[in-house]
């Protein structure tokens, strides 16, 4: 995308001091010498930078460098980094769960105690500037030929109406047949419900009471004491529990269909916590009625956040039960059922309902719940949405909410087929919900197919796209050094300057406060093109300063003191010593992001009106376009040279 030197302008470098290099190198390596010396000397040039930006390293001590799974801004300003273990096993047997805190200003870090494992959990930011961390990582994957011990799901009953029971991890089940098999996690399994039933004859006499007992019911997953295939269980069959004793032990029993040595997948948590900015540490909250592995978390308009899909505690993907979480009861209940494949794109819509623009992070069948639409969450509706093309390729494609979110303009972006699929996609697409019958409609191409785009929103109202590969997890060393901005208006590409960091899966880009992006993460499957050695997780951050930062830094639109709440009319009155200069302002929302999902970024227009030493901006009244939280605020010029932000708070 940016521009390369040419043959003439090569031939000048090999000049001089380059025909050195001539005696120990063959031609073509010299000549890529100079190529890349040119660029490097070409990118730091103020004109360059001007027009393309440019991409500046992050110096991170040591100790604090993590695999960075989930990125989020906190309203402080800085950003919680979350690994958990971090996609490696041995972190997982070790119980070393990792949280690091950056902050930006003066580029400081400091390490958060991290009590879960929230690898591969969702999070959404709470009205108060809380941060909900849910899910995560209970039990890593064995492959096909990997499984040497039989394992599965086993329902745990309970046909006593009198208490619950709790199993405890390491507890044996016992077949018939006596093989014996060990839970891997603690299971509480509730009382059985006791329901009466009343009949009367026809003379009106009552029959005799008659009672009901439904046991009460828990999953756990087993894995066999003894490897190999003597331990596995074809047919169903009851097991007793050991070490129960007491009623329990004549209540409380196990019941599974099969117990097989086929690949066992990841399997999710239930754990909640609430991320605390002032405090930085993690509080827990109550758990969720379902294990999640890969899920959703999208604030609802009312601040309350509902759960979507994931992996449960089996293994399994769940088959529709979402819920939904009150950070005012801290409390989870029950949600509208339907099935999404995992870490579904669902947005937040001026109407109220979701829109699931059919992106999506992998598990689950190619032929069910890909389909983009908006689900009505009160009444659990459907309606499809059609006119996208490549519908095959929609997992770790890029979607977002298109500045203003006013005008209720969806945009999918690359993206590529189901699991380990060769197939990426260079489609972009737009959708309209304004429009009676709502369709989307081709957008101009990405440079080559794209798979885990980053899509970052600028308050300048562009789009900022980088980084993805053309293969699953940059598989034959294809991860994309490009970067381009979307302008919405124009409906058109520009360029931006090149990453020196390649990004794939586990990768993530938010928005800083100061107006630049923040890049993180990334993990290879391999570490060549001929895919002969494993990759490495990328632990390097990048941060790219977009072009209007290299403008005239005395004539850039400044903010000074304000409220820290928006008022009951929606004002908030800043000072300004140039309020001349500013002409829009924009409310944006602090990302959340993992597995290119972030469905929390959104930039709202807000009213303005000046005078003469300060802006006063007003605020849309409506909570599903505005859903309470902290935001920030960001003024602009006339070229669009933004502010720094200021922080928000809309009740």
Not at 168 to 196: L, N
Not at 497 to 511: I, K, Q, W
């Amino acid at each position: 995308m940016a521009h390369r030197p040419s043959q003439r302008t090569k031939k000048t470098l090999l000049g001089g001091g380059a025909v050195v290099l001539l005696a120990g190198l063959n031609a073509p390596a010299a000549l890529s010498f100079a190529t890349e010396q040119y660029h490097a000397y070409e990118i730091a040039q103020p004109e360059y930078m001007a027009r393309y930006g440019a991409w500046h390293g992050v110096d991170i001590p040591k100790e604090y460098r993590t695999n960075a799974i989930h990125a989020a801004l906190l309203h402080t300003g800085k950003v919680l980094i979350i690994a958990g273990s971090g996609n490696k096993q041995d972190h997982f047997d070790a119980g070393t769960f990792d949280t690091v805190l950056w902050n930006p200003k003066d580029n400081s870090f400091k390490k958060i105690p991290t009590p879960a494992d929230f690898f591969c959990g969702g999070h959404a930011q709470l009205p108060d500037g809380k941060l909900l961390v849910a899910g995560g990582t209970a039990r890593y994957e064995l492959l096909d030929g990997e499984v040497k011990r039989a394992g599965g799901g086993m329902r745990v009953k309970n046909e006593s109406p009198d208490r619950a029971v709790t199993v405890k991890k390491g507890s044996r089940f016992r077949s018939p047949s006596g093989i014996e098999y060990i839970s891997k996690f603690d299971v509480t399994v509730p009382p059985a419900k006791r329901e009466f039933e009343v009949a009367y004859y026809d003379t009106g006499q009552m029959k005799p009471w008659k009672t009901k007992t439904t046991a009460g019911e828990a999953r756990v997953f087993v894995e066999a004491v003894v490897e190999g295939p003597q331990s596995v269980a074809t047919d169903r069959a009851q097991y007793e529990i050991e070490g129960l004793t007491g009623k329990d032990a004549d209540d409380v029993y196990g019941l599974a269909e099969k117990i097989t040595l086929d690949k066992q997948d990841f399997q999710g948590i239930r754990a909640a916590y609430e991320f605390d900015p002032k405090a930085e540490k993690y509080v827990p909250v109550a758990p969720m009625k379902e294990a999640r592995w890969y899920p959703t978390l999208t604030t609802l308009q009312d601040g309350r956040v509902l759960a979507v899909s994931g992996l449960d505690d089996v293994g399994a993907i769940l088959a529709g039960d979402n819920e939904i979480y009150d950070p005012k009861t801290k409390q989870w209940s029950k949600g509208p059922f339907r099935y999404f494949p995992t870490y579904p794109s669902l947005f937040l819509t001026k109407s109220g309902k979701l829109f699931y623009s059919g992106a999506n992070a992998g598990y689950g069948p190619a032929d069910k719940g890909r389909e983009p639409g908006l689900w009505d969450v009160e009444k659990n509706t459907f309606t499809k949405i059609g006119g996208l093309n490549a519908t095959d390729q929609l997992e770790t494609a890029s979607s977002l909410l298109l500045p203003p979110a006013q005008d209720q303009r969806f945009m999918l972006l690359g993206g590529g087929g189901v699991g380990e699929s060769k197939k990426a996609t260079p489609r972009t697409a737009v959708v309209d919900l304004k429009q009676n019958s709502p369709a989307f409609k081709s957008g101009p191409e990405l440079p080559q197919g794209t798979r885990y785009l980053n899509s970052v929103i600028m308050p300048d109202d562009s789009v900022f796209t980088s980084g993805g590969s053309a293969d699953y997890r940059g598989r034959g060393g294809s991860n994309i050094l490009k970067a381009q901005f979307y302008d919405p208006k124009e409906n058109a590409f520009r360029e931006a300057a090149d990453p020196t960091v390649g990004r794939n899966y586990h990768s993530e880009a938010l928005l800083l406060p100061d107006g630049r992006v923040a890049t993180f993460g990334s993990d290879s499957l391999f570490g060549d093109k001929d895919n002969t050695k494993l990759g490495k997780f990328e632990q390097r951050m990048e941060v790219y300063t977009p072009p209007y930062l290299y403008r005239d830094k005395d004539k850039r639109p400044a903010l000074g003191d304000g409220p820290e709440a928006a008022a009951g009319d929606g004002r908030a009155t800043f000072k300004t010593d140039h309020p001349e200069r500013v002409v829009k302002a924009r409310l944006m929302r602090p990302s959340a992001v993992t597995h290119t999902t972030d469905v929390e970024q959104r930039s709202i227009e807000l009213g303005l009106t000046k005078d003469k030493n300060s802006v006063t901006i007003t605020v849309p009244k409506d909570r599903a376009l505005v859903p309470p939280g902290w935001y920030m605020v960001f003024v602009t010029d006339q070229e669009g040279t933004p502010s720094e932000a200021k922080w928000l708070r809309v009740d």
